[in-house]
């Protein structure tokens, strides 16, 4: 099993993302809020500086909300990104809307997010081949233009996508090459890992087309009782509300066999990549956090 670290600093992303590659980690990853109730970093400028602070380890946003962005500004931002990091770029995108103010501010009415996505998507699967296109839809036109310069990876970077609804599972089964939920249990996982790969059959494509992948909220710490506690007070304060009820089945808590045991879990759900949002309530704890999972998650990841 893959594992990634989530960069929530932009701060601290280069010693950060040195500390990743260094410790042997597959990825890092950013996720994005323009807005929101915690700080948001945006994805494409924290990675681009964790590119060039490193040189093997894969760059995966977790995710960039596709719909607050024009498609094409978004395919450049995206193809610049995969050239600057020499093709280790992965474009994990997603819907947002739990925080209206965000898609306000850039004009963009939530209830539209979905076909922005969906065409969004077709955009960029255009504009990343290399060729002059031209497209007219609700959102967008192009005129016989072309990416340039293109992508480093033939056909753009791999789009990670996540969701859970019937919407969701068909436009992964139709665009993801990783489907990445969160917020779900192992056994939920499976079963719409499924979906999304006869979703990939009904498109045409093949269902090992799309790799399974989790991101989870997680604290490991060798006190079991004070990592779910403090696991619990991050998330409650990040979406203000209560995730004690919730814990169990979203979160990944505990002393580092139980976090192990928790995501070989996830691993037979078909989740080849584990992100993990580490969180705990001070530096020092996060510290000390990353250190366990660092030291005794990793390789027995790593092992098989």
Known sequence: MKLGLSLA????????AR?????GFDFVAVGEHLFFHSPGPNPFVQLAAAAGA???????????L???????LAAKLAATLDLVSGGRFEFGVGLGGEYP???EAVGVDPAARFRRMDEALYVLRLLFSGDRVSFDGPDMQLRDVRLDPPPVQPGGPPIWLGGRKSG?????GRFAHTWMPYMMTPSGLAESLADVRAAAVEAGRAPTD???AIFAFA???ANAAWARQAGIDAVSANYQQDFTRLADRYLILGDPHQVIARLREYQRGGAEVAILHLVAPEPDDAQRVLETVTEQVLPELQRG
């Open 9 to 16: 600093s932009a701060a601290s992303v280069i010693a950060d």
């Open 19 to 23: 500390f990743a590659e260094e410790a």
């Open 54 to 64: 490193t040189s093997r380890i894969r760059l995966v946003s977790t995710v960039s």
């Open 66 to 72: 596709l719909p607050l962005y024009p498609a094409a």
């Open 101 to 103: 103010p965000e898609f």
């Open 168 to 172: 969701a599972v068909r436009r992964a």
């Open 210 to 212: 799309v790799r399974g």
């Open 219 to 221: 604290c490991c710490d």
